[in-house]
């Protein structure tokens, strides 16, 4: 028999575990685990001593699947990506593209690309704090989120005609423009967003059994969170005020006042408050963004790479035929390589994009914003309760479908 503490040797049973241990399997089908992750703990009472985080429940073969389809025929896979903020994946995915065939987009078209991508981000964060409320008792907290979830669904609904998988961007541009009555919709939207965000705001901040499940729970150091990659809302928590639409500016983000909210703990405290106020930040974003849109197209004008519209494909030969060869041959950037990086509800989302001059991928690399930090939680949960395992996982806020491409 080996003793409390002893290093395990190679081949080991339950009963080498010594007076104290005990292994325990936490999923797939544990309902925190989303059916997906498996956890094998080794826990000495209620303590973990060790945890190997194991994925591959799941996997969608969403790299090769875009290899094998035209650029455009890829935008609805990266819907599902992170399907809780799917206008990011598509904005992502698309300015890859269009760094490689070395155009830029019509100014109203990246507007209308920050404002969607915005309000996914809302919707992100409100599902991930809700959830995890939810997961800790607080249901009304939970009902309260996913209302205003609800708002901005009907109003980013209105746009694209999808609610959850939207497929809103082409290459070159967007889908569609924006409705007369968006600006009132959104107006009052956020009336309602930022009401449901104060009750729960006022029920949680300073809730005692909050705090104590929060607080001082699934910590980690900005070294580590940095060796890790490490990227969005749980680096932002650690003190380092790394934002991709900061740091590396893209579509229209550098005219836009806004900060960058930060913690200094590295615990889930400090991620419920960073994705808290990045919540108001966001909804500044698209106040200021809505207030500069210009007027104009929507699309590139080149054939060759946007789709005519419908009204032009109907009484011109030209772009009847441009319809026909961008559906069934694709776009084909010149060869080359590209990665392009946005910054996604859960941090740095990257595409990695090889054309070999054809219609379709050569290859497709995407860099997911949770990997990275499923790769780390073994970290954030040793040392401490089983049931602190619960708000870890939540707040670092696994999304299956990026997660495992």
């Known amino acids: 028999m080996g003793t409390k503490n002893a290093e395990l040797p190679k081949n080991w049973s339950v009963e080498d575990l010594g007076e ?73 995915f698309s300015l890859a593209v269009e760094k490689l065939l070395d155009i830029e987009t019509p100014e109203r078209c990246k507007y ?37 979830r609800e708002c901005l669904y009907r109003l980013t609904d209105a746009v694209s005609g999808g609610r959850v998988t939207p497929a809103y961007t082409r290459i070159g541009g967007v889908t569609g423009d924006l409705p007369p009555d968006f600006r009132a919709g959104t107006a009052e939207a956020f009336r309602k967003v930022r009401k449901n965000l104060g009750d729960a705001d006022k029920l949680l901040t300073r809730n005692r059994i909050f705090v104590d499940r929060m607080r001082g729970t699934g910590v980690i150091s900005k070294q580590d969170a940095i060796a890790l990659s490490f990227t969005g809302p749980v680096l932002r928590a650690c003190g380092v005020p790394y934002d991709v639409r900061k740091a590396a500016p893209y579509l229209v983000y550098d005219r836009f006042d806004f900060t960058v909210p930060v913690g200094g703990s590295g615990d889930n405290y400090d991620r419920y408050l960073v994705r808290m106020e990045e919540m108001n ?20 004008p080149d054939f060759n790479v946007s789709l005519p519209a419908k009204e032009e494909v109907y009484g011109n030969i030209e772009a009847l035929m441009a319809h026909f060869k961008l559906t069934f041959e694709g776009v084909k950037p010149p060869a080359g390589e590209v990665y392009q990086a946005v910054e996604g509800g859960n941090g740095e989302l990257g595409y990695y994009v090889v054309s070999d001059g054809s219609g379709k991928p050569y290859r497709v690399r995407v860099r997911p914003p949770c990997f990275p930090l499923v790769a780390g939680l073994s970290k954030l949960i040793k040392g401490g309760y089983i049931a602190d395992i619960i708000s870890t996982f939540g707040m670092i806020n696994m999304i299956g479908g990026e997660l495992e491409r």
Request: negative net charge; contains cysteine; glycine residues 8%.
């Open 20 to 92: 104290g241990r005990m292994i325990l399997n936490m999923g797939p089908s544990h309902p925190a685990m989303h059916g997906i992750v498996r956890i094998l703990l080794t826990v000495e009472g209620e303590r973990v001593a060790e945890a190997d985080v194991e994925i591959g429940y799941l996997h969608r073969g969403f790299e090769k699947t875009c290899e094998n389809v035209t650029y455009n025929q890829v935008i609805p896979y990266t819907d599902r990506l992170n399907y809780v903020s799917p206008f990011i994946n598509n904005a992502g």
């Open 112 to 148: 209308l690309r920050v404002i969607m991508s915005e309000l996914g981000r809302l919707q992100d964060h409100l599902t991930c704090i809700g959830a995890n409320a939810m997961e800790q008792g607080a249901f009304t907290v939970y009902f309260y989120l996913i209302n205003a």
């Open 281 to 300: 930040q966001s909804m500044r974003i698209v106040e200021q963004a809505l207030a500069q849109i210009p007027e104009g197209p929507i699309r590139h």
